[in-house]
């Protein structure tokens, strides 16, 4: 039996959001609520440095380099990554901590975590893909989705716009290059436009 190789499991394709999605989908929000602050902030954050939802409800305070540019995140294994934030994302955060965050009750313990849940402690993983799937059915958008798919749609859209897959791989934080390559099969089109932009014999 140890001569027997077993079958090879393949990797299945992540779904992904277009840009239209992502923008539906935080555009309804409702901001008329402390939570609604907060959320816009989440999502912002999430798509826009391509977390997993364990890097967003454990991401601190102390964690944001807002002057450089920078985040620091702690993920799996306890490994730490610099992730690289848009002034737009530091912006939502700025203001979910300053009109919200500063007037909530904060619990012991939960002192340096940014994101916080109506009691003043931290946000489950749970209640990030409660959020988001609320989020969905409200704007009917027919994909089953989930944090993970707005990391996913942050990695295609910066391959589709002709980022490097070894930046995407150092943003994402993955061991290695073949996770981050799994992006390279998401759109066959992108890749058709590139053989007939950039091959020498493409005519």
Known sequence: MELIEAPRVGRKLP????????????????????????????????????????????????DLFFEEGFIKITGKGNKQRFVPIAKST??????????????????????????????????????????IKALAVKIDLQKNISPHTLRHSFATHLLENGADLRSIQMMLGHESITTTEIYVHLDRKHLTQIINTFHPRKM
């Open 15 to 62: 779904d992904t959001l277009s840009l239209e999605d992502v923008d539906n989908l935080i555009g309804a929000i409702d901001l008329s609520t402390p939570e609604g602050e907060r959320n816009r902030a989440i999502l912002e954050t999430l798509y826009g440095c391509g977390l997993r939802v364990s890097e967003i409800v454990t991401l601190k305070i102390s």
């Open 90 to 131: 530091q912006k939502y955060i700025e203001l979910y901590k300053n009109s919200i965050r500063n007037h909530m009750t904060v619990m012991k313990g939960a002192e340096d975590t940014l994101f916080l849940n109506r009691r003043g402690k931290q946000l489950t993983r749970a209640m990030i893909f409660t959020i």
